[in-house]
């Protein structure tokens, strides 16, 4: 249980276009979904946090107009990155969490990644 | 906001040797974690603490967890080929939905 995926695992577009990714839980509802950012031999760093129904909440530094989150349903969030350019180039990790009340902590399940690459 | 480290950056045994990974954080937190990762993959759930705890057990696994210190370490033993990867810590000091920093993580080649 608690499986989370993303499509697609790895694209490539040219530099000015947009490329979707979507994250899914597919066997939970999640009230809650993280998109990361990771660079090559490097950490993942947050970028939002979304909520189903609900405006994203970014981190420090992440362009909200670049980087558009849409999580529509309990199972379905989508990172839509705008006009990329290469240095967006970057392995995109999302994660989702059941939300379960009266928990004392809500473990996150991640995606097996999206590695984008951009021309 | 706080940002775990950890050490080694990269650690290189042979197999059957014990493998230790630390992290250390800057904030106080509810719970620290293990993920593995293999290469270009996602990460995988390992192990869970929290701050009332001291050690815990998980097959091959031992993490302890220091919080005067702010630090944790994840133990491997009788380590196999199997367990090369990237191994990253993460806290989280978050009231409600989880808001996991990670460290930048340590990577270890087991030769066999």
């Known amino acids: 249980g608690a499986v989370v995926s993303q499509h697609p695992s790895w694209v490539i577009c040219k530099s000015g276009t947009s490329v979707k990714i979507e994250c899914r839980s597919l066997?939970?509802?999640?009230?809650?979904m993280f998109w990361y950012r990771q660079f090559p031999k490097q950490s993942l760093m947050l970028m939002a946090t979304?909520?189903?129904?609900?405006?994203?909440?970014?981190e420090q530094g992440v362009e909200k107009d670049k980087f558009l989150i849409n999580h529509a349903s309990l199972t379905l969030s989508t990172l839509t990155v705008t006009s990329a350019h290469p240095e967006d180039s970057s392995f995109y990790i999302c994660?989702?969490?059941?939300?379960?009340?009266?928990?004392?902590?809500?473990?996150?399940?991640f995606g097996p990644g999206t590695r984008l690459t951009v021309l | 906001s706080q940002q775990g480290e950890e050490d080694p950056q990269a650690l290189s045994i042979q197999e059957g040797e014990n493998a230790t990974m630390n992290c250390s954080y800057k904030?106080?937190?509810?719970?620290l974690q293990w993920y593995r990762q293999n290469s270009g993959r996602g990460l995988v759930h390992l192990i869970l603490?929290?701050?009332?705890?001291r050690e815990k057990h998980s097959g091959r696994l031992r993490v302890t967890l220091d919080t005067s210190k702010k630090s944790s370490s994840l133990l491997i033993t009788a380590s196999r080929a199997a367990d090369t990867a990237s191994y990253f810590c993460?806290?989280?000091?978050?009231?409600?939905?989880?808001?996991?920093?990670f460290g930048q993580g340590t990577r270890l080649t087991i030769n066999p």
């Open positions: 066997d939970f509802q999640a009230t809650t």
């Open positions: 979304s909520n189903e129904g609900s405006k994203a909440t970014y």
């Open positions: 904030t106080s937190i509810n719970n």
């Open positions: 603490i929290r701050s009332n705890e």
């Open positions: 993460a806290t989280d000091a978050s009231q409600g939905a989880q808001k996991l920093v």
């Open positions: 994660s989702a969490t059941p939300g379960m009340s009266g928990r004392s902590y809500n473990e996150q399940f």
